[in-house]
């Protein structure tokens, strides 16, 4: 089966400071890993995936076999960046049907 | 574009009713999902459609019924609610399979409480 773990309910860190949002997971095959974002009063949208390798809004998210990780990174915290942060896993034997995290609240403090 | 419309945005149950959530996109979508977000569980996939007149079931499906009858609309449909269904839906729509891409349109939700 597979599985996604966010440990961290809640992350609170001040501007400026680096974010690191946790996500680890459990797939017996080749993984398909995404970060979802949202924000209050918005819908939740796509931020980014672990196959475009790609910087959205600094954050930056480096798929790790070896740890089975898919940690959300950003070097400065802005206080736009404050909501709720789901990880997501699917993969092609599992029917490409996608399983998300509990989900990591970012708090960012002035 | 109206993107993906939901409704009602709120709604209040009796145990044992039956109610239907509504769902449309206009973007020519294939791929439709109905979710449920619960505190500390994340979003959990209860139905999703590959396209008209094509359904199949999610992690959660227990419970509730769907139907894809145009390309447009994608219904939720409890049967018999009870206070395990006390939750926020959510609809999605993609153009392709979202666990490829990623990529998929929500809506604003519906919250569901059952008393």
């Known amino acids: 089966a597979q599985r996604v773990t966010q440990p961290e309910k809640l992350l609170s860190v001040f501007k400026g400071a680096p974010v690191e949002l946790k996500c680890n997971y459990s797939y017996s095959g080749s993984p398909e890993l995404f970060w979802y974002v949202q924000y209050s009063r918005q819908r939740l949208q796509l931020l980014l995936r672990?196959?475009s390798r790609e910087s959205i809004k600094g954050f930056t998210a480096d798929l790790n076999k070896g740890e089975t990780s898919f940690h959300l990174k950003k070097p400065f915290a802005q206080e736009e960046d404050s909501a709720m942060y789901y990880c997501?896993?699917?993969?092609?034997?599992?029917?490409?049907?996608?399983?998300f995290g509990a989900g990591t609240i970012l708090r960012v403090k002035s | 574009n109206a993107g993906v419309t939901q409704t009602p945005k709120f709604q209040v149950l009796k145990t044992g009713q039956s109610m239907t959530l509504q769902c449309a996109q206009d973007m020519n979508h294939e791929y439709m999902s109905w979710y449920r977000q619960d505190p500390g569980m994340g979003l959990r996939l209860i139905h999703y459609?590959?396209?008209?007149?094509?359904?199949d079931q999610g992690e959660v499906p227990n419970g509730y019924n769907v139907s894809r009858s145009t390309t447009e609309d994608f219904p939720l449909r409890l049967l018999s609610a009870a206070p395990s269904q006390t939750s926020v839906y959510f609809c999605?729509?993609?153009?392709?399979?979202?666990?490829?891409?990623?990529?998929?349109?929500f809506g604003p939700g519906t919250r569901l409480t059952v008393t």
């Open positions: 459609s590959v396209g008209a007149g094509i359904t």
């Open positions: 672990h196959i």
């Open positions: 999605a729509s993609s153009y392709s399979s979202p666990g490829r891409s990623g990529e998929q349109y």
């Open positions: 997501a896993l699917s993969g092609r034997e599992y029917g490409n049907k996608l399983v």
